[in-house]
């Protein structure tokens, strides 16, 4: 599904006009130096969604002789910064890789262990945070197989922000774009099962239904921290038409000014979703005309 712009939904900085019915821009609340980046932004050009790879904790750490927790605390604090820049340019949809299937599978225990606890106490001492910031956080993932205590406070700061209507904060958690599918097709094998649907009915925006993000539109730029060139296994039906933009900057390193920096650059993009963009040359008026060259 091609993400859809409503038309007029920002206009100037000034203006400050709602997001959605009760969000609001709050540009006033940057910081000095975002909001020198933020002036070179074209506001009708915002994305919708931003999706955000969040790499490097574990450098980060080494690069001063630290134990790798302290990164992923490091990182934490990078979370709760981004998300609050994000709110007050009225982004409606952050999505931020947090803990991958891979992760659960793969790390050391007492590693994954110190995650599920880290991420408990960010729900719980940041909670207030998001209120202020009317901040709305949702996850994706197989979250059912976390710890029951992790699923708890899952649950409590979901209920407790659901009815906020600024940025949705998305983590997805204990995730994996290649299960989302498998989750989303299963889904879909029995719907169509019961429905007695053959499955040459089944169209994109079917799957689109079943997937995880099915109530958000797909990420407009995908960021990854610290320098790496790869998907690992994030949002792949979603990011089809995303626009990617990679950043030497480690996680822990990565503030809100660097989200706007990398909107600019999304912004000096052409997206052409298939199609053709305006420096693509001239299209040919009757096609017919035109002669094939032997090749
Ligand atoms: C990659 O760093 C990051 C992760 C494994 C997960 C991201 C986790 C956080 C940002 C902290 C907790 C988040 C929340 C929401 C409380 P890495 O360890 O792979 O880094 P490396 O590649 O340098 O080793």
């Known amino acids: 599904m091609l993400p859809v712009r409503r038309p007029g939904s920002r206009k100037s900085v000034e203006e400050a006009i709602p997001l ?47 134990k790798r927790f302290l990164g992923h605390q490091q990182g934490a604090k990078s979370v709760q910064l981004v998300t609050e820049t994000a709110s007050r340019i009225g982004l409606p949809w952050l999505t931020l890789y947090a803990f991958s299937l891979e992760n659960n599978l793969r790390r050391p225990k007492a590693e994954v262990s110190f995650l599920m606890r880290l991420l408990k106490s960010y729900l719980e001492s940041n909670l207030q945070r998001m209120m202020d910031n009317n901040v709305r956080i949702r996850y994706i993932g197989r979250t059912h197989e976390l710890p029951a205590e992790v699923q708890d406070k899952m649950r409590w700061a979901e209920e407790a922000t659901a009815h906020n209507t600024g940025t949705t904060l998305t983590l997805a958690l204990n995730y994996g774009g290649r299960s989302e599918l498998v989750d989303a097709f299963r889904s879909l094998a029995a719907a169509m099962k019961d429905k007695h649907l053959p499955s040459d009915r089944i169209t994109e925006e079917d799957i689109h239904r079943h997937l995880y993000t099915a109530h958000m539109p797909d990420p407009d730029l995908l960021i990854r921290s610290s320098g790496e060139m790869r998907i690992s296994n994030f949002l792949l039906w979603q990011i089809a038409y995303t626009e990617i933009f990679v950043t030497e900057r480690l996680w822990p390193d990565f503030r809100g000014i660097h989200l706007l920096e990398a909107i600019a650059d999304f912004q000096r993009r052409e997206r052409r979703f298939g199609g053709i963009g305006e420096s693509c040359g001239e299209v040919e008026a009757d096609p017919e005309q035109i002669k094939i060259a032997a090749s």
């Open 20 to 66: 959605y019915p009760s969000g609001t821009l709050r540009i006033h609340e940057l910081t000095a130096e975002e909001r020198a980046v933020y002036a070179t932004l074209k506001p009708e050009r915002l994305p919708e969604h931003v999706a955000i790879i969040m790499d490097g904790n574990g450098r980060w750490a080494g690069r001063r002789s630290l």
